[in-house]
């Protein structure tokens, strides 16, 4: 362990992150001071102060915390005392109820510290004393006891209520005793089961991402509430792992989840969740920074720098006129909550990171602040922060004339987050987002209820998002409710009915077999592997950008892991898996269009099953004025209610066969926690179909979004060069470029371009000039090698990893992807 930890610390040194935390601190004085003031910052990022919480932009916050603290206390003046603290929160089995009591005594606790809340709140010793008791009582019947706590979600136990409790004591300064603290510290402590000796373990599977930047976040409170400098100390140590960029070929303790180079975010190991445990994160270490601001614990300003990547290389990219994109949000997607909720919390995050930022950076901080507010077709409602300290920080962004309101990305731009298998292109009408699986990434994430019905979200889902509208009625929780999960938006799926896990496991939320050698339990690694998050089997996903504002796209559909493993014969007879279609797709992402080509496409060998390709689903109101018109070759949706339209060229094979259907579901459909609300959606649907026992098919579409009736009539904009199995390319005269992504070894040769085996090639030529962007989407290569046929041309700019040679009859590119996780590479030449 000593050996691992030396090494991470010195991968965290030469980052430069090592050097945020001091060597040490000089004095006793010098460390109760320093706790004193994060104890106060604590307070006041949670309570606000007197001056902020006088201001009418915060008079929301004030109320909305005054009527949740009086609510919670006409519940704990109701409760039986037999089994429950507040009514109808019954205690004893339920580790969710647990969770939720002691967070409703930390909303109690934080009205009394809240300037601006009525007297009889604020400051009342009463109310603290009845928050104590409380403490007490749950410490006593329903927590200390170690031998029957750690009952249903480890969450609950290692993070949930030591956030609760940990802030709850922070609230309560004084008026908890010394033993009271002390007592829940050891308890806190002894339920890090996941961890070593009561403390973190950074080769925990547990203890990783936004799951440690929590826990540590509560160590860190915990240690300045004793004056404990071991404690403190080691909590910002193992935090500063998080700002530490994930290198895939030198892990540290074993751990991918975290912040890669392209700007990807992975938590739980492959899952894709930027929307979720990202924000999460990016929240966490923000409010740390702001809590040990004057400390003297740490030096901020060495961290900001990363954060500020975070936000423009990571998040800017996925939210879309205020809207946090599906692809990056786990089983997320199933909750009720919208992505513009998503967005708010980030948006709260970049208002607190520029305040601790300066010059340039705080500017364009505070400038994306004021686009996401101006392009947002949803009221961003501040009294949802967490501080009133970020309101008012809020309010004076946006009023302040000084500050323009501009986006951190450019008007076009693509993005290949090869390392979570998803890629996002943009423009200033729309904006496109591809969810892709393989042997790194997970197909989907399905967890405690949530994303019921989630088999093909990683299988080529694409989520085509219109400019000016409001995406809770084209997205969103209903979308999943209402399109089928076979038919989503650019998946190919077998026919067959698919069991959710309650519906194939007697109810249960989780695969249950703790008798075999795999030992299925909620929590297991094998759980992970097989039921919630399992991966695909092959290693084509990716592509390659050119000058960041064109994408080309490659993904191979496989079986996932656990059918692989269920064939083996390493998984219980009783395990159900299910087999995957056949189908090598490419996107080709321009300006009006992306141009989609599947080839291969159908069942797989021996399954017997008819397969649908849904080439686009779209849904709209159940009131709107939906119209779907047809013509030799293309399709035209449109919203007039909402002025939007996506048309649909045919560019190769099969005609595809539109429909608009009327569906009407509950949400509980996709989450088992979900109210109980119908949704009625107009769900239209393109797709291509094959009977059981067909041959594979290829085709290709443009989808055209925005397009008016006579665009798609008279489009003619890309043409497709190759479509197999072995490569897949496109030309479009236009705008000069060819995209070509290739999937097999050999040589391949397209439209004056060859290729050596796999790979993803986008070339553009304008005037004397080329330009060229290369990409390995297995990432498994050491070199990919291409030969532009024609004039020789030499190296202008470009990657160092691309050398140029001339050779006959054209001009040779050796391309070092050796580890390069799929990473394009560019080069710019001239003859």
Same mark, same amino acid.
């Given at each position: 362990m000593e050996i691992t930890r030396r090494r991470l610390l010195s991968v965290l040194a030469a980052s430069g992150v090592l050097a945020a935390v001091p060597t040490q601190w000089a004095s006793a004085a010098q460390l109760a001071d320093g706790a004193a003031r994060l104890l106060a910052n604590a307070t006041e990022m949670f309570a606000g102060t007197t001056e902020s919480n006088a201001r009418k932009e915060t008079a929301d916050k004030l109320a909305a915390i005054e009527k949740t603290a009086r609510t919670n206390l006409a519940a704990m003046d109701a409760a039986s005392g037999d089994g429950e603290l507040f009514k109808g929160v019954p205690?004893?089995?339920?580790?969710?109820?647990l969770n939720t009591t002691y967070q409703r005594v930390y909303e109690i606790a934080l009205a009394t510290r809240t300037p601006g809340i009525s007297p009889d709140l604020y400051g009342s010793s009463a109310v603290r004393g009845r928050v104590v008791d409380a403490l007490t009582w749950l410490h006593e019947k329903y927590y200390g006891d170690q031998s029957k706590g750690y009952? =249903?979600?480890? *969450?609950?136990?290692?993070?949930g209520v030591s956030q609760h409790v940990s $802030?709850?004591?922070?609230?309560?300064? @004084?008026?908890?005793?010394?033993?009271?603290?002390?007592?829940?510290?050891?308890?806190? @402590?002894?339920?890090? %089961?996941?961890?070593?000796?009561?403390d973190v373990d950074l080769d925990s599977r547990f203890h990783t991402g936004a799951n440690l930047a929590d826990i540590t976040t509560n160590r860190i409170l915990q240690g300045a509430l004793t004056g404990d400098e071991a404690r403190i100390r080691k909590a910002l140590t193992d935090q500063l792992t998080v700002f530490a960029t994930i290198d895939p070929y030198?892990?540290?303790?074993?751990?991918? @989840? =975290?912040?890669?180079?392209?700007?990807? *975010?992975?938590?739980?190991?492959s899952v894709a969740y930027t929307g979720s445990y990202g924000k999460g994160l990016l929240t966490r270490v923000v409010q740390t920074l702001k809590l040990l601001?004057?400390?003297?614990?740490?030096y901020g300003d060495e961290l900001i720098p990363t954060v500020q990547k975070w936000v423009r290389d990571g998040f800017a990219p996925l939210i879309f006129e205020g809207w946090m994109m599906e692809a990056v949000k786990g089983r997320a997607v199933s909750r009720t909550a919208s992505g513009y909720t998503d967005s708010a919390v980030v948006v709260e995050a970049v208002v607190d990171l520029a305040s601790l930022s300066s010059g340039d950076a705080a500017t364009a901080l505070a400038s994306y602040?004021?686009?996401? +507010? =101006? &392009?947002?077709?949803?009221?961003? @409602?501040?009294? &949802? *922060?967490?501080?009133p300290l970020s309101i008012v920080r809020y309010a004076d962004i946006l009023a302040d004339s000084s500050v323009p309101a501009a986006d951190l990305n450019p008007p076009a731009r693509s993005v290949a987050f090869n390392a979570m298998d998803r890629t996002v292109h943009r423009r200033p009408g729309y904006a496109f987002a591809l969810s892709r699986s393989s042997s790194r990434i997970s197909k989907y994430e399905y967890m405690s209820g949530e994303n019921l019905l989630p088999w093909f979200q990683g299988d080529g889902a694409h989520y085509l998002y219109l400019a000016g509208q409001d995406q809770t009625q084209a997205f969103g929780v209903d979308y999943f409710t209402t399109v089928s999960p076979y038919g989503l938006a650019g998946v190919t799926a077998p026919v067959e009915h698919r069991g959710s896990v309650p519906e194939l496991y007697g109810g249960k939320l989780f695969y249950d077999n703790p008798g075999h050698p795999l030992n299925f339990t909620a929590s297991s690694e094998s759980q992970n592997k097989y039921v919630y998050f399992p991966t695909a089997t092959q290693a084509y996903s990716g592509g390659a950008v050119l000058d960041d504002t064109y994408g080309a796209v490659g993904w191979v559909a496989s079986d996932d892991v656990p059918w692989r493993d269920k064939r083996a014969g390493l998984l219980p007879e009783d395990f159900v898996a299910y087999r995957s279609a056949r189908a090598t797709k490419s996107w080709f992402l321009l300006d009006d269009e992306i141009v989609v080509l599947a080839a291969g496409v159908g069942d797989a060998p021996g399954g017997g099953r008819a397969v649908t390709t849904t080439v686009d689903a779209r849904v709209a109101p159940a009131g709107d004025a939906v119209t779907v018109a047809e013509g030799d070759g293309w399709v035209r949706w449109a919203d007039g209610t909402r002025d939007a339209a996506v048309g649909y060229v045919r560019l190769a094979g099969p005609e595809a066969k539109a429909r608009l259907d009327t569906v009407t579901r509950s949400r509980r459909v996709v989450r088992t926690t979900n109210?109980?609300? &119908?949704?009625? %959606?107009?769900? *239209?649907s393109l797709t291509v179909e094959q009977a059981a026992g067909a041959k594979p098919v290829s085709f290709a579409y443009a989808l055209l979004p925005n397009a008016s009736e006579s665009a798609v009539r008279a489009y003619k904009g890309a043409r497709v060069l190759a479509n197999t199995s072995r490569m897949q390319a496109v030309a479009h005269d236009g705008l000069g470029l060819t995209g070509a992504n290739t999937f097999t070894s050999g040589a391949h040769r397209t439209a004056g371009l060859d290729v050596e085996g796999p790979a993803s090639v986008l070339v553009r030529r304008r005037g004397g000039e080329v330009t060229v962007a290369v990409s390995d989407p297995t990432t498994e290569r050491d070199t990919v090698?291409?030969?532009? $046929?024609? $004039? +020789?041309? %030499?190296?202008a700019d470009g990657d160092d990893a691309v050398r140029v040679t001339a050779v006959p009859g054209g001009t040779r590119l050796d391309v070092d992807t050796h580890h390069a996780y799929g990473r394009s590479f560019g080069v710019r030449l001239s003859g």
């Open positions: 205690l004893g089995s339920s580790d969710p109820n009952y =249903g979600n480890w *969450f609950t136990w290692e993070i $802030r709850t004591l922070v609230l309560l300064g @004084d008026a908890a005793s010394a033993e009271l603290t002390t007592t829940y510290i050891a308890s806190m @402590d002894a339920y890090l %089961r996941s961890g070593k000796n009561g030198d892990l540290q303790h074993g751990v991918t @989840d =975290g912040h890669y180079a392209d700007g990807s *975010f992975i938590q739980h190991s601001d004057g400390t003297g614990f740490a602040v004021k686009h996401i +507010r =101006g &392009t947002s077709k949803a009221s961003l @409602d501040p009294a &949802t *922060f967490v501080s109210p109980d609300t &119908t949704v009625t %959606r107009q769900v *239209f090698t291409l030969v532009l $046929r024609g $004039r +020789r041309l %030499r190296k």
